[in-house]
C-alpha cells in the first residue's frame, strides 16, 4: 500500500525542489476544496506527497523505505508530528496555540477554517459574483426541451493558464503574503480567550512560494474577462418564466469559486395551442352538419399532422383527448392533447339550407 508521491504529483524521481514545488502549486490551484469543481481527496493527496517531497529528510526516507516509513518507529523522530503523515495531518501543527489554557479544541474547527468551510463569522471562501440572463423560446421548444448556446462576457478563467496565474515555466518566488511561511496566524476572541490558529496561505497555498513570473494573458489574477459560449440544455416541459442554475458558470474569481449563472426562460405564446400541466389545449371549429354527423378532420399537432375523428352528435365545448400528444413528464411519459369543440353555426342561410332545416324542424331535430 505505498502510496507512489511522485506519481500523484506528476514529477520524476529526479524531480528538483523547484519543480516539485511548482507542481503542488498547479494541483493545489486545481483541485482547492473551495473550489466548486475542487477534489479535497486529491487536495489532500497532493499536500501528502508534497509534505513528503518537499522535506529533503522525509524524500530521502520515503525513497528508500516507500511510503510507509513513518510507521516503521523511532525513525530519527519523525514520529513527532501527530501520529504519521497521511492526509491532513501532514499540516505542520507545532503552530497552533492555544490561548485558553491546556484547553482543548476541536480539530475539526481548525480543519474548517483551513478550508473555509465554516460559518460563524469566519473568513468565507472567495465566491464569484452570480450572474442572471433571459433568452426566449419557442412554444414548441418549451414542450420537448432544446440545447440553446448564448455568449457571454464574463469574468472567467484564464485560458492561457488555466486559472493558475502562473507563466508557463517560471521559477517559484517567496510569497509576499505569508513572507515564506505557508500559512498566516489569527487570533480569534471567543468566550474562552483568544485563540490563534494557523491557516494556510490562500496567496501560495501553502507552498510558501509563488511563481516568479505572472501568467501575462491574466496578469496573474487566474481570471480576465472575457466572451465565453455557453450551452445550456434546456428540459423538455419547461415552463415560462423558469430559471435554470447554471452552477459555477457565474463570474469566476482569482483564487475562489465561480458565482453561478441563472437563465430565465420566456417561452413565446403558440397560436393554437395553451398548456395546461402536462396536456396540451387547443379550439377546434366544427361545422353543424359534422357535429351532427361525425366526420374525421385533420389537425396540426406539435408532433405534425394527425387526423383526428369526430364522433357524430358531439356537443359544443365537448373535449376530445388525444393521448400522448401533450408535455412529456418525467419518467417517459406525455400528456394529453385536449380538442376543446366549438360548433360554428351559419350566421346567414342560404334558401335551400333553410328548407333542408325546416324540413328538419318537422323531423324534431
Ligand atoms: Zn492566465
Ligand atoms: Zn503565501
Known amino acids: 500500500m505505498s502510496k507512489d508521491y511522485y506519481n500523484i504529483l506528476g514529477v520524476n524521481k529526479e524531480a528538483s525542489k523547484d519543480e516539485i514545488k511548482k ?42 523505505y516507500g511510503s510507509g516509513f513513518e ?22 501543527f507545532s503552530g497552533f496555540q492555544n490561548g485558553g489554557g491546556g484547553m482543548e479544541f476541536d480539530l475539526n474547527d481548525i480543519f474548517s477554517d483551513f478550508f473555509g ?37 464574463k ?10 496565474g502562473a507563466k508557463a515555466d517560471t521559477k517559484m518566488e517567496r510569497c509576499k503574503t505569508c513572507n515564506g511561511q505557508g500559512k498566516l496566524h489569527e487570533a480569534k476572541r471567543t468566550i ?26 491574466c496578469k496573474g489574477n487566474g481570471v480576465l474577462r472575457r466572451e465565453e459560449e455557453i450551452s445550456i440544455a434546456i428540459p423538455a416541459g419547461i415552463r415560462n418564466g423558469e430559471m435554470i442554475r447554471m452552477t459555477g458558470m457565474g463570474e469566476a474569481i482569482s483564487k475562489g469559486t465561480a458565482g453561478d449563472l441563472y437563465i ?3 417561452v413565446a405564446a403558440h397560436s393554437l395551442f395553451k398548456r395546461d400541466g402536462s396536456d396540451l389545449v387547443m379550439d377546434l371549429n366544427l361545422k353543424l352538419s359534422d357535429a351532427l354527423l361525425g366526420t374525421t378532420y385533420p389537425i396540426e399537432t406539435l408532433d405534425g399532422k394527425i387526423d383526428v ?8 365545448n365537448e373535449i376530445l383527448r388525444v393521448k ?41 331535430v
Open 264 to 266: 430565465k426562460i420566456n
Open 155 to 164: 469574468t472567467s478563467n484564464c485560458l492561457t493558464c488555466k486559472g493558475s
Open 23 to 64: 507542481a503542488f502549486y498547479k494541483l493545489a490551484q486545481k483541485y482547492h476544496p473551495d473550489k466548486k469543481d475542487g477534489n479535497e481527496t486529491k487536495f489532500k493527496e497532493a499536500n501528502e506527497a508534497y509534505q513528503i517531497l518537499s522535506d529533503e529528510q522525509k524524500r530521502q526516507k520515503y525513497d528508500q
Open 71 to 92: 510507521n516503521m518507529g523511532g525513525g530519527a523522530g519523525y514520529g513527532q508530528q501527530q501520529g504519521g503523515f497521511g492526509g491532513f495531518e501532514g499540516f505542520d
Open 192 to 217: 474562552l480567550g483568544t485563540i490563534s490558529s494557523t491557516k494556510i496561505c490562500d496567496t501560495c497555498f501553502g507552498v510558501g512560494e509563488v511563481p516568479k513570473e505572472t501568467c501575462s494573458s
Open 117 to 153: 468551510g465554516g460559518g460563524g463569522g469566519r473568513a468565507q471562501a472567495r465566491r464569484g459574483r452570480d450572474i442572471s440572463t433571459e433568452i426566449q423560446i419557442s412554444f414548441a421548444d418549451a414542450i420537448f426541451g432544446v440545447n440553446r448556446k448564448i455568449l457571454i462576457t
Open 309 to 316: 375523428t369526430i364522433p357524430e352528435g358531439v356537443s359544443i
Open 324 to 364: 400522448g400528444k401533450g408535455v412529456p413528464s418525467a419518467n417517459s411519459k406525455r400528456g394529453d392533447l385536449l380538442i376543446k369543440l366549438n360548433i360554428k353555426l351559419p350566421n346567414k342561410l342560404s334558401k335551400k339550407s333553410r328548407a333542408l332545416i325546416e324540413d328538419l324542424k318537422k323531423e324534431g
